[in-house]
């Protein structure tokens, strides 16, 4: 099982992925919400987490989001967003769209780590 990061901070992919290797997942990156479809649509059976930033060039998070949980080949895909939007109307659209956890930056990699635990179903 794969964890998929879209943002388009390298840096805070590389801080994910190397969270998401220290936990025994290898991690697949997306610079943006295109990208991330596109790997979806080729690997959607190997992730079983998507970590997804809000602010994005071209497709915003929520819209990756709307986009993930519309598609009945994807939608069981539990979506954590990663984000530095952290008002309570960002959180309720979230939510509201199917995310299943919330977590904005910055975050130490323990918080990080506890939370990709939580949204697996594996809580603390």
Known sequence: MKLLTVDDSRTIRR??????????????????????LELLEERADEVGLILLDWNMPGMNGLEVLQAVKKDARWQHIPVMMVTTEGEKDYIIRAIQAGA?????????????AAR???AMGMGM
Do not use: N, R, W
């Open 15 to 36: 801080v994910i992925s190397g969270v998401g290797a220290m936990m025994g997942y290898e991690v697949l990156e997306a610079e943006h919400g295109m990208a991330a």
């Open 100 to 112: 299943c956890h919330y977590m904005t930056k910055p975050f130490s990699q323990e918080d990080m």
């Open 116 to 118: 990709i635990m939580e």
